[in-house]
């Protein structure tokens, strides 16, 4: 059957059987502008990819009528250039794997951000559009420009202004940035900046998160493979930097890439080739590079977790974004145009703030910084019906003090099991594991919390538990 030529077909097809889920991503996607057809079981699922044909698939693995590898296999058979992007609960990173192993784009572990919801998708789209119709101007638009939050990328402070002087002046450049600061500061809505003001606006934006994707796939993820170069590599894949020709590649978490991978990488920078897995020759591309970490990455270099060479050869133009709470009244101009934003959506009129919230939200100390504060506006647009908004409007919770025990930076004693005589005798890994258990039991099983003590990605620590909880079954 051949794809509708229709324009206005669905470009993204959700199966899902969870309702309430269903409305949500559906929601998501239609208010991003994305056209969307939805399915809840295997068999209506097929039926409406055949009826359709869309560019991009989200597919829940757990599917009350057929298993979803099943389904991904049927529908890549059918159009093996379908991005299919397989949805997992958490705890079941290896059937992530299983899938990615099998054929598909993308996955995303519930629960799962907008931000990195809405990112998987466009990326696909982008990687679809660029692969397909190279020649058509129509085809290297970039949608994530268009769809992110700029709300959170603006701000009259010294520091914002120094900040966009300095995308200003570097974007038409080829030098490669090297992004900085706390999670939550806007370190992707810099990125996006220094690609929608450089000459490459209209080429492919491609954003790969290194510390959300297991290291065995990383370097499929980032160079490619070719069909057949492993079981499960039904067709072949370019990678996002084959992805990004013409564009900017944007490596978010650069400092939780493996040492191995790393060094492709330096090769990388150094040819401006890539050579896919299984491939026996290197493809010349065009990329620039944009990369970020929430880590010290000097402090990465010295403990020998980030190539030396890398970082010199990563570490070009230095942006720091910097936490909410130095950026004086950038929350107020940040709270305001998310307020009217979201106001918008939801078909609510709000006339603005109290001197009391604006009062309130300059003094809080916001530690999910311009993330938190978005969190925070949407959750009063939502809940409430419009007017002026007041303190009583706020999320409550919100002036509560985090305990200092828990504050990212400030050492913590191990429990009393993980004392350094009980670490003598045991190796390496069983001592690894010993501290990340006493410091999660410490923490209330908070993986977030632990992660900040540890000085690790969170990602890193579900990648390890994963591991040890496959190691027992």
């Known amino acids: 059957m051949k794809s509708p030529t229709n324009i206005s077909r669905p470009s993204v097809l959700l199966i899902e059987d969870t309702l309430s889920l269903q409305m949500v991503y559906r929601s998501i996607l239609a208010t991003a502008g994305h056209r969307v057809v939805v ?41 093996p250039e379908t991005r299919v992007i397989a949805i997992t609960a958490n705890g079941s990173v290896n059937r992530a794997v299983e899938a990615m192993r099998a054929g598909a784009h993308d996955f995303l572990v519930k629960p799962f951000e907008e931000g990195r919801f809405l990112s998987t998708v466009q990326n696909a789209l982008a990687e679809a559009n660029s692969r ?47 992004i900085t600061g706390e999670s939550g500061t806007g370190k992707e809505l810099c990125a996006l ?12 934006f491609i954003a790969l998160n290194c510390g959300a994707i297991p290291q065995d796939l990383l370097e499929s993820e980032v160079f490619g493979h070719v069909k057949g170069s492993f079981t499960g590599a039904i067709s072949d894949k370019p990678g996002a930097a084959a992805a990004a020709d013409g564009g900017t590649l944007f490596l978010d978490e650069i400092c939780e890439m493996a040492p191995a991978l790393q060094t492709k990488l330096l090769r990388f920078l150094q040819t401006s080739t890539v050579q896919p897995v299984g491939a026996t020759r290197p493809r010349k591309v065009n ?7 929430n880590r010290d990455p000097l402090d990465a270099v ?11 050869r990563l570490y070009v133009v230095p942006i720091h974004m910097p936490p909410l709470r130095d950026r004086g009244q950038d929350t107020i101009e940040i709270a305001e145009a998310a307020l009217a934003r979201f106001a918008q959506e939801e078909g609510r009129i709000f006339h603005g703030l109290t001197p009391q919230v604006r009062n309130l939200l300059s003094s809080l100390p916001w530690p999910g910084n311009v993330r938190q504060l978005l969190n925070v506006m949407r959750n009063v647009v939502v809940l409430n019906q419009g007017g002026w ?25 191990l429990a009393p099991d993980a004392t350094s005589e009980s670490l003598v005798g045991l190796t390496l890994a069983e001592a690894e594991r010993r501290l990340i258990e006493a410091t999660l039991a410490q923490y209330g099983g908070s993986i977030p919390k632990a992660a900040r003590v540890l000085d690790v990605s969170p990602s890193t620590l579900y990648r390890k538990i994963e591991a040890w909880n496959a190691k027992a079954s």
Do not use: W
Request: charged share 20%; with cysteine; proline share 9%.
């Open 302 to 312: 010295r403990r020998g977790h980030f190539r030396e060479d890398l970082y010199y």
């Open 193 to 204: 900046a220094v690609h929608a003001n450089s000459n490459r606006a209209a080429g492919p």
């Open 389 to 413: 908004v007041t303190p009583e409007m706020l999320p409550p919770g919100l002036t509560e003090e985090e305990p200092s025990a828990e504050l990212p930076g400030v050492p913590q004693p």
């Open 39 to 79: 399915a809840g079981n295997a068999v209506d699922g097929l039926t409406q990819f055949q009826a359709h044909r869309p560019t991009v698939v989200l597919l829940d693995l757990v599917l009350p009528d057929r298993d979803g590898l099943e389904v991904m296999q049927d529908i890549l058979t059918q159009e």
């Open 287 to 293: 990329v620039r590079i944009v990369c970020a970490t």
């Open 132 to 178: 397909n119709q190279p020649a058509t101007p129509a085809a290297q638009t970039h949608p994530q420009a268009a769809t992110n939050d700029a709300s959170g990328f603006i701000g009259s402070s010294d520091t914002m202004k120094r900040i966009h002087s300095t995308i200003s002046s570097v974007a038409r450049s080829m030098a490669t940035v090297f």
